[in-house]
């Protein structure tokens, strides 16, 4: 027994699914597989591995996972959140086993941040500002859950946060077609999200300067990066020359070009939003 639960949150990921329950499956107590009502042959894929399969029609991404921390029959002391397109590789597997052995008493931290590589037509980005990669995934039960957040949430955690020397690896083997749809889809939320932050600023993890990876990361996008111009050229110019991003070749410019492009859609919505608040609409 490894005293960990894993869950993974699906909709039609039968591609990407069994690459994530290979990573899990020999060695968690239970994968919980919860599914949002797909349409493909995910469940069949979650169940014949050997998963426990729950159905709850989607909630949005932060409230989906709060739904499974708070309804799913968790009995183990750790808690793992993996995305059907992400795998844990064997060294950060071991970690895991290792922080989970011990009495939960005994470990002073609440939760674990986990490095992780983004696989961009087939091929690891190491630099680009996206390497390393820090999100919270493996905690406590019961000592953390996710901030309300359309999009890009991250966990809020009673306690103190350890960083661990293993890796995720995010690879959406799905095509450039949906994964480009799916930015297209987030670009929208995340426009939203920049025009309700200042409601939601209590809800979501504190933004400091000095903070951890999370919340440097969050002071700089609510303070500082809605007031610069042409946020998209920022972006290429910082992910390209300032975090090195021709070093990963000609796989990082057009991971950055992707990303700038991504940005873009962010600030073209967010002119919508505002022209459609201001009529009314």
Same mark, same amino acid.
């Given at each position: 027994?490894?005293?960990?639960?894993?869950? /993974?949150?699906?909709?039609?990921?039968?591609?990407? =699914?069994?690459?994530?329950?290979?990573?899990?499956?020999?060695?968690?107590?239970?994968?919980?597989?919860?599914?949002?009502?797909?349409?493909?042959?995910?469940?069949? /894929?979650?169940?014949?591995?050997?998963?426990?399969?729950?159905?709850?029609?989607?909630?949005?991404?932060?409230?989906?996972?709060?739904?499974?921390?708070?309804?799913?029959?968790?009995?183990?002391?750790?808690? @793992?959140?993996?995305?059907?397109?992400?795998?844990?590789?064997? &060294?950060?597997?071991?970690?895991?086993?290792?922080?989970?052995?011990?009495?939960?008493?005994?470990?002073?931290?609440? &939760?674990?941040?986990?490095? *992780?590589?983004? /696989? @961009?037509?087939?091929?690891?980005?190491?630099?680009?500002? !996206? $390497?390393?990669?820090?999100?919270?995934?493996?905690?406590?039960?019961?000592?953390?859950?996710?901030?309300?957040?359309?999009?890009?949430?991250? #966990?809020?955690?009673?306690?103190?946060?350890?960083?661990?020397?293993?890796? %995720?690896?995010?690879?959406?083997?799905?095509?450039?077609? +949906? !994964? #480009?749809?799916?930015?297209?889809?987030?670009?929208?939320?995340? &426009?939203?999200?920049?025009?309700?932050?200042?409601?939601?600023?209590?809800?979501? /993890?504190?933004?400091?300067?000095?903070?951890?990876?999370?919340?440097?990361?969050?002071?700089?996008? *609510?303070?500082? $990066?809605?007031? =610069?111009?042409?946020?998209? =050229?920022? *972006?290429?110019?910082?992910? $390209?020359? +300032?975090?090195?991003? @021709?070093?990963?070749? %000609?796989?990082?410019? *057009?991971?950055?070009?992707?990303?700038?492009? $991504?940005?873009?859609?962010?600030?073209?919505?967010?002119?919508?939003?505002?022209?459609?608040?201001?009529?009314?609409?």
């Amino acid at each position: 027994m490894s005293n960990i639960e894993v869950i /993974i949150p699906v909709k039609n990921e039968a591609v990407n =699914l069994p690459h994530a329950l290979a990573s899990v499956m020999q060695w968690a107590d239970k994968v919980w597989v919860l599914d949002s009502e797909s349409t493909d042959n995910t469940c069949e /894929i979650a169940q014949k591995a050997g998963a426990e399969v729950v159905v709850q029609p989607w909630l949005g991404y932060a409230k989906q996972k709060n739904w499974a921390l708070d309804n799913l029959d968790l009995k183990a002391d750790w808690i @793992f959140i993996l995305d059907a397109d992400e795998a844990i590789l064997p &060294a950060l597997r071991d970690e895991l086993i290792a922080e989970a052995s011990r009495p939960v008493e005994n470990v002073k931290h609440s &939760a674990c941040n986990i490095n *992780r590589y983004f /696989i @961009f037509l087939g091929k690891r980005i190491r630099h680009c500002g !996206y $390497y390393p990669s820090w999100n919270v995934r493996f905690f406590k039960r019961g000592k953390a859950r996710y901030e309300e957040r359309e999009v890009h949430e991250h #966990m809020v955690v009673d306690g103190s946060i350890k960083e661990l020397q293993g890796h %995720m690896e995010h690879w959406d083997r799905r095509g450039l077609e +949906l !994964y #480009m749809a799916k930015h297209n889809h987030y670009s929208t939320l995340e &426009a939203k999200e920049i025009l309700q932050q200042e409601q939601n600023v209590n809800k979501t /993890i504190d933004a400091r300067f000095f903070g951890n990876a999370q919340q440097r990361r969050r002071w700089i996008k *609510r303070h500082v $990066y809605p007031k =610069l111009p042409a946020r998209w =050229l920022f *972006r290429f110019l910082w992910m $390209y020359f +300032l975090k090195l991003g @021709f070093l990963d070749g %000609m796989t990082g410019l *057009r991971f950055c070009l992707f990303i700038s492009s $991504y940005e873009l859609l962010i600030s073209l919505k967010t002119v919508e939003l505002k022209q459609e608040a201001s009529h009314g609409c």
